[in-house]
C-alpha cells in the first residue's frame, strides 16, 4: 500500500487529520451531497454504466452509484480514505471496485469508461499542466462520446464568505483571497488550519477552457450551491419544505446563468468526449487508399493520431457501419462491402 508520491504532503496530511468521512453528513455537506447525487443522476443512464470516481473519497458517492446497478471504480490517493471505502463496500450488496490510484495516471485501458466523475482532482492540482494531464487521462479511458463530470471551486468563494462573516478583515485571510482571486491559488494560511490545503480556484470560463482545449464538447456548467446560500437564514429555509421549495426553484432557473456561475462556491461541467469528426473522415479516406499496407495503429501515426485517437476513430467508423473487423493483409480492419441484394 505504498502511496507516498501520489499527491503532495500537504494535501495528505490535511485529509488524514480532516474527518472526509462526516463531511457530507453536517451543515452544508447535507445539501451538498443531495445536490451533487442530482447533477449526477442527469447523466446516468437506468442501463448499468461503467464510471470511475476520480478523487472518489471515502466512497459515498461511489457506493450511491454502485447500489444502482453501475459498475463503479473508485481510485483515491489517501490511504485513510481508502480505508474507510473499503469498510463501507464491506457492507454493500453491489460492491464497487476501489483502486489506490491519482488522476494524472489511471491505471485503466483506453475506452473504457461511459463515465468519469473528476470531484477533487482539479481543484487540489495548482499547476495547470497537471490539471491538464488528469483531463487528458480522463479522456484517455473514456469511450467515444463518454462523458466527464469536471467540480471546480469557484475562484469567487472564499471571499464571499469572508464577506458574509467578517473575517475578510483579518490580514491573512485577506492575503489568501487577494491570491486566490489574482491567481487562482489557494494555500491556507496558518492561522487557518481547517481552511481547504494547497488548491486551485478556477473561474467558471477556465475550467469550461481547459476541457474544450482538449476536445471535449462541453455540454453545459452547472453551479452546485448556486446563489441560492447566500439567502439570510439558509440553514433554516432549507428545513422548511416550503422555502426549501423556493429557493430549489431559485436554483433551477440559475444553475446555468453564466452571469451568475461566479456566485456558487462549487461548479460543474459536463463534457461529451467527441472525436474530431476531420479525423474521422481523414482516417477512413486514408484507410481506403492503405488497402491494409500498414496495420490501424501505424495508419493513424501516419496523419499525426495517437492511439487512443486512432482507437476513438475507428470505434465509430465500426458504429456507422462503414468498416469492420476482417483482416486485410496487415490491418484488422476492413471496409465494409456493400451487400448486393
Ligand atoms: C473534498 S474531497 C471530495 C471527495 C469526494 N469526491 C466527495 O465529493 O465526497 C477531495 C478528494 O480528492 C482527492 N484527491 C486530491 N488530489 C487528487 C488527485 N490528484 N487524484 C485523485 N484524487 C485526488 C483527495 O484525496 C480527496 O479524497
Not at 118 to 136: A, F, M, S, V
Not at 256 to 275: C, E, R
Request: contains cysteine; proline residues 2%; positive net charge.
Amino acid at each position: 500500500m505504498k502511496n507516498k508520491s501520489l499527491i503532495s504532503n500537504q494535501i495528505a496530511t490535511f485529509y488524514t487529520k480532516a474527518s472526509e468521512e462526516t463531511r457530507l453528513e453536517k451543515g452544508m455537506g447535507i445539501f451538498e451531497f443531495e445536490r451533487i447525487k442530482k447533477l449526477i443522476e442527469r447523466y446516468v443512464s437506468t442501463s448499468p454504466l461503467k464510471i470511475i470516481d476520480v478523487g472518489g473519497g471515502t466512497g459515498k458517492y461511489a457506493a450511491w452509484l454502485a447500489e444502482k446497478g453501475h459498475e463503479v471504480h473508485l481510485v483515491e490517493p489517501v490511504l485513510k480514505h481508502i480505508k474507510t471505502a473499503q469498510k463501507r463496500n464491506h457492507k454493500l450488496k453491489s460492491k464497487f471496485v476501489i483502486h489506490i490510484g491519482e488522476s494524472r495516471n489511471l491505471k485503466f485501458p483506453n475506452n473504457f469508461a461511459d463515465l468519469v466523475i473528476l470531484h477533487g482532482p482539479l481543484y487540489h492540482l495548482q499547476k495547470e499542466e497537471d490539471r491538464y494531464k488528469t483531463i487528458k487521462e480522463a479522456k484517455r479511458v473514456l469511450k467515444n462520446n463518454g462523458i466527464v463530470l469536471g467540480f471546480a471551486i469557484n475562484y469567487t468563494a472564499s471571499t464571499l464568505v469572508g464577506l458574509l462573516n467578517g473575517l475578510i478583515h483579518k490580514k491573512t485571510f485577506f492575503e489568501m483571497c487577494k491570491s486566490e482571486l489574482t491567481t487562482g491559488i489557494h494555500d491556507q494560511p496558518e492561522d487557518f488550519p481547517w481552511l481547504l490545503a494547497e488548491a486551485y480556484y478556477h473561474k467558471p470560463e477556465e475550467l469550461k477552457k481547459e476541457f474544450v482545449d482538449q476536445e471535449f464538447v462541453c455540454l453545459n456548467m452547472y453551479a452546485v450551491e448556486g446563489i441560492i446560500w447566500l439567502a439570510k437564514n439558509y440553514f433554516a429555509n432549507m428545513l422548511d419544505e416550503q422555502q426549501k421549495e423556493t429557493l430549489l426553484q431559485l436554483l433551477a432557473i440559475t444553475e446555468n446563468d453564466n452571469n451568475l456561475l461566479a456566485f456558487s462556491p462549487h461548479i460543474m461541467i459536463a463534457a461529451k468526449n467527441k472525436i474530431r469528426m476531420e479525423n474521422k473522415d481523414n482516417y477512413f479516406k486514408r484507410l481506403i487508399k492503405n488497402n491494409g499496407k500498414l496495420n490501424e495503429i501505424d495508419l493513424g501515426e501516419s496523419i499525426g493520431l495517437n492511439e487512443n485517437e486512432t482507437r476513438s476513430c475507428i470505434a465509430q467508423l465500426l458504429s456507422e457501419h462503414k468498416i469492420e473487423y476482417l483482416r486485410n493483409r496487415n490491418c484488422d480492419y476492413s471496409l465494409v462491402k456493400k451487400r448486393i441484394k
